[in-house]
């Protein structure tokens, strides 16, 4: 199975600031990673799609980079809104669809 | 406009059953993948089953044999019968459209219903 790791688990960053999320897989996935957001209580929402890929209706400061086994979510400039818990999912695999431990984002 | 209502959680005893049910507006499931994701409190995602638009199933290795998704194509309704359940399977269930960019094989979980909490616990 392929399995996912995110760091870092958990950061603290102020409005506006430029926050990174990384997301590794077990093994190469090409690009077949997304990105998801999750706020208390709500369900998770599709943020980028095939590694890099903006999801309609999704604001551009938003972005994914990577391929193979190493990816990156990038927020360029955190709003209010963006306080959220990130997970990252793979699609390389037709059985088995493994979601990373997820990422959340606080208030510095 | 489309919509994934769940219903059908509760409070079970370890051992006991439930089914839980998904109710779909906007597309129909016929032609559609639908899956079960859940997420145990103050924890992660974890994919449980998947109906595809042929009607083949699969499950995650944790709940097979205890789980079966399927549907009412008349109703529009995906459904996940739970079995045996256990302690673990405490979370909220997560009836969620397994979609690919027209085209390609990309694909992503796009459209996603509010969740039904099931608890189990003596």
């Known amino acids: 199975d392929i399995q996912l790791t995110q760091s870092p688990s958990a950061l603290s960053a102020s409005v506006g600031d430029r926050v990174t999320i990384t997301c590794r897989a077990s093994q190469s996935i090409d690009i077949y990673l997304n990105w998801y957001q999750q706020k208390p209580g709500k369900a998770p929402k599709l943020l980028i799609y095939?590694?890099?890929r903006l999801q309609s209706g999704v604001p551009s400061r938003f972005s994914g980079s990577g391929s193979g086994t190493d990816f990156t979510l990038t927020i360029s400039s955190l709003q209010p809104e963006d306080f959220a818990t990130y997970y990252c999912?793979?699609?390389?695999?037709?059985?088995?669809?493994?979601f990373g431990p997820g990422t959340k984002v606080d208030f510095k | 406009e489309v919509q994934l209502v769940e219903s059908g959680g509760g409070l079970v005893q370890p051992g006991g059953s439930l089914r839980l049910s998904c109710a779909v507006s906007?597309?129909?499931?016929?032609?559609?993948?639908l899956t079960w994701v859940r997420q145990a409190p103050r924890k992660g995602l974890e994919w449980v089953s998947i109906?595809?638009?042929?009607?083949?199933?699969y499950d995650a290795d944790s709940v097979k044999g205890r789980f079966t998704v399927s549907r009412d194509t008349s109703k529009n309704t995906v459904y996940l019968q739970m079995n045996s359940l256990r302690g673990e399977d405490t979370a909220v269930y997560y009836c969620a459209r397994w979609n690919y960019y027209e085209g390609t094989d990309l694909y992503y979980f796009d459209y996603w219903g509010q969740g039904t909490l099931v608890t189990v616990s003596s």
């Open positions: 109906i595809y638009s042929g009607g083949s199933t």
């Open positions: 999912q793979q699609s390389y695999s037709t059985v088995s669809f493994t």
């Open positions: 906007g597309f129909p499931v016929s032609s559609n993948f």
């Open positions: 095939a590694a890099s």
